[in-house]
């Protein structure tokens, strides 16, 4: 067995480890309220086993950090499946800091599903070891990756104690206006978080299946037929702009797309990238209305009763502090040394590339939360709303730019 091999199994190891830790946590929150139980001991007992599970998977990650670093011979960051595993790394490693810090379990409940999606995300792209493109060849790829990804984990805890501090602190019974909306915008977000788990499943179960539509471009009148393929491992609702279909399997009977892509979405994998969020919204919603049915209620009223209880101020002081360290970290690993690496390789500070637009927009985004928050006495919902809407701008930085918008930082996107 050879270290590569050993880094594969260390992956799936650590995400067994997350998934059981995590339903450890579940445990540890609504056990709390069995009978014949001392709610303080329970907790701290379960607490303790739900922690340590969670360690166990963190270790067994960085083993998988590890050996595949020692394969490839520079860290694995750079590509989606190896940058989203790193970041999924950094958000339990920022959940284990804070909660040495505070001692609350219930952040395991939120923050550690945040890690399992994430790295589920990471194993939809491909695994091959891939060889570093020259701009890649630098020391600052240790440095600016890292410091952002360590920054972006810190946002996504701030997140999770957010969305926990709107779940413990909406009105579900209120029927004035404010309370729906506010119960509206929680829902969406909850729909939100299970399209992604939807564009995880349609990968997965396509994948098992062994799905393949292949399309090769047209010809035009001053260029001959090219032989390159483009191939679909989803069923293609939408096509490749000007292309043809050569061959594909059947499901529920479609033979052929929908549509095709606009001519305005530039690169030739544009077409197989908009067909696979067209399946993430259709496979999340068809998953978000199953479990309506299942639990008859919205999603965010069910969550709700498990925050029940929680100091709502010690909630909103975790999503400050987690965003007050993670922020000056973003701001070197995602702005200054980027900038400096981008002078050696481009040989410029600033191109206005969709990636470095985006990462300067977030961190605009969360220097305006600080001035709000320190300057304006923005707390409580006001508070933690923003920090569940900047992760959100984080996500788009990070997926939404790689999958829709060509551009230097393209090299990170899927194959």
């Not at 990462?359 to 569940?388: N, Q």
């Amino acid at each position: 067995m050879n270290l590569l091999d050993i880094s594969k199994q260390a992956f799936v190891i650590a995400f067994l480890l997350y998934c059981v830790a995590f339903c450890f946590y579940v445990v540890t929150i609504t056990g709390k309220t069995w009978k014949n139980r001392d709610p303080q001991v329970h907790e701290r007992k379960w607490g303790k086993i739900s922690f340590i599970t969670s360690t166990l998977g963190l270790i067994t990650h960085l083993v998988y950090v590890a050996t595949r670093w020692a394969w490839s011979g520079h860290i694995p960051v750079s590509n989606m499946y190896e940058f989203m595993s790193f970041l999924s790394l950094m958000i339990i490693m920022a959940f284990t800091v804070l909660y040495l810090i505070y001692r609350k379990a219930l952040l395991g409940l939120f923050a550690t599903p945040l890690g399992i999606v994430v790295m589920a995300y990471a194993a939809v792209f491909p695994k091959d070891v891939q060889p570093l493109i020259p701009s890649l060849r630098s020391i600052w790829l240790y440095i600016h990756v890292t410091l952002a990804a360590a920054g972006e984990s810190f946002f996504a805890i701030a997140c999770a104690a957010g969305l926990m501090y709107l779940l413990r602190t909406v009105d579900f019974k209120g029927t004035d206006k404010s309370a729906r909306r506010q119960k509206l915008w929680l829902e969406f977000t909850f729909y939100s978080i299970i399209i992604v788990v939807g564009f995880i499943v349609s990968v997965f179960a396509f994948r098992a299946a062994g799905y393949e539509a292949v399309f090769t471009p047209k010809p035009t009148e001053t260029e001959q037929s090219r032989t390159v393929e483009m191939v679909y491992n989803l069923p293609p609702i939408v096509a490749p702009h000007n292309s043809q279909l050569v061959s594909a399997d059947s499901f529920l009977g479609m033979s052929k797309p929908w549509m095709e892509v606009p001519s305005w979405f530039k690169g030739e994998s544009s077409g197989r990238k908009t067909n696979t969020l067209v399946w993430a919204f259709i496979t999340g919603t068809v998953l978000y209305g199953l479990l309506r049915l299942i639990i008859r209620k919205p999603i965010s009223e069910a969550v709700s009763p498990a925050v029940k209880g929680l100091d709502a101020d010690l909630l909103d002081e975790i999503s400050y502090r987690s965003i007050a360290i993670g922020f000056p970290v973003f701001t070197l690993g995602a702005l200054v040394f980027a900038m400096i690496w981008a002078q050696q390789a481009w040989g410029r500070f600033w191109g206005w590339d969709p990636k470095e637009v985006w990462a300067l927009i977030t961190w605009l985004f969360y220097s305006v939360y600080l001035h709000l928050r320190l300057s304006r006495g923005f707390h409580g919902r006001k508070a933690s709303w923003l920090a569940v809407l900047g992760f959100l701008v984080v996500m788009f930085t990070l997926v939404g730019v790689n999958l829709i918008i060509a551009g230097l930082h393209s090299y990170a996107g899927t194959d």
